[in-house]
């Protein structure tokens, strides 16, 4: 497999902004599993595209065990759909899922397959989630995908940037681009149009945690202290697993010599992440809570 078409559950968080607890439990329920070669753990892709159809699903309200016995049930029936969500079109009414494929339509669970004017009503009432093909991919998908080539290649990055652009040309409201690319402007040191991307995504999605988490990242380092600390405090609200909000969270405080919640923030992030690389400066930092004392956020 080309290297380009592999992405590091950690490329995917940041791509799709789910967590690595949300990952781990996808795989563990057999919906999008992460692959394994010659020691590297890697998705690709198709493998891409069927995490952000699993993370909408899941948002419309379907349920992941619901969508786990579904699919089960769907590569029985299709066994020639080696990852049927990055090849099927994917609908649900909240609770059903109906997946089409070659125009015809399939309940999964009971295995029946379905008339298109019996799931005429489903679709005037839900978005509709399509996985780019071979043909007839949309331009914002095809843009999407280039830019995400550029990316993983080394000296792409201003073609990435400029994909990027060309997708959001074609759909302005595709949040995975505006993170990705707000991300690429933030790493190359352009954080006016960074925040631009971020403060996009928000306004398209209030409820979108990574976008709260990078928007706040970008606040803090151009001086708006306060503004960072509100979007982070969001983004831990709406996610109190993420470990790096409460890190950069706990720095802002003390910016703001708001030690008692920067001390809160430093236990949550060692209680998520223990064991991980910054947790022993975690320690250092409660264990001189009430100094003024800061240092630079890490990223």
Not at 39 to 48: A, E, I, N, S, V
Not at 96 to 112: F, K, N, T
Not at 115 to 125: A, H, K, Q, V
Not at 134 to 158: H, I, P, Q, T, Y
Request: proline share 3%; net charge neutral.
């Amino acid at each position: 497999m080309d290297a380009t078409n592999r992405f590091s559950p950690e490329d995917v968080q940041r791509i799709l902004g789910v967590s690595a607890k949300q990952l781990e439990y996808w795989d563990r329920l057999g919906l999008v599993s992460l692959q394994k070669e010659q020691g590297t753990h890697f998705y690709d892709f198709r493998d891409l595209i069927g995490l952000r159809t699993v993370k909408q699903l899941i948002e419309q309200g379907v349920r992941a065990n619901r969508l786990q016995r579904a699919l089960a049930a769907l590569r029985e029936k299709l066994d020639k759909a080696q990852a049927p969500l990055a090849e099927l079109r994917v609908l649900s009414d909240g609770k059903d899922v109906i997946l089409e494929r070659g125009g015809a339509r399939l309940e999964p669970l009971s295995g029946q397959f379905v008339l298109n004017f019996e799931t005429r009503e489903i679709d005037e009432r839900v978005r509709v989630i399509t996985a780019p093909a071979a043909a007839g991919m949309r331009n914002a998908d095809v843009w999407f995908a280039k830019a995400l080539d550029c990316e993983s290649a080394a000296g792409k990055r201003s073609e990435a940037i400029n994909a990027y652009d060309r997708a959001l040309q074609a759909d302005p409201r595709r949040i995975d681009v505006l993170l990705n690319c707000g991300t690429l402007y933030y790493e190359d040191g352009n954080l006016e149009k960074a925040r631009e991307c971020f403060e996009r995504a928000i306004a398209l999605d209030s409820g979108n945690t990574l976008a709260h988490f990078n928007l706040g990242s970008v606040l803090d380092e151009i001086g708006q202290v306060e503004a960072a600390r509100q979007h982070l405090r969001l983004a831990v609200r709406l996610q109190p697993d993420h470990a790096d909000a409460h890190y950069n969270l706990a720095f802002v405080c003390e910016k703001l010599s708001a030690f008692p919640e920067a001390r809160e923030h430093w236990q949550a992030y060692l209680r998520l992440d223990p064991s991980g690389p910054w947790a022993s400066f975690a320690r250092r930092r409660l264990a001189s809570a009430g100094t003024a004392k800061s240092a630079n956020i890490r990223k």
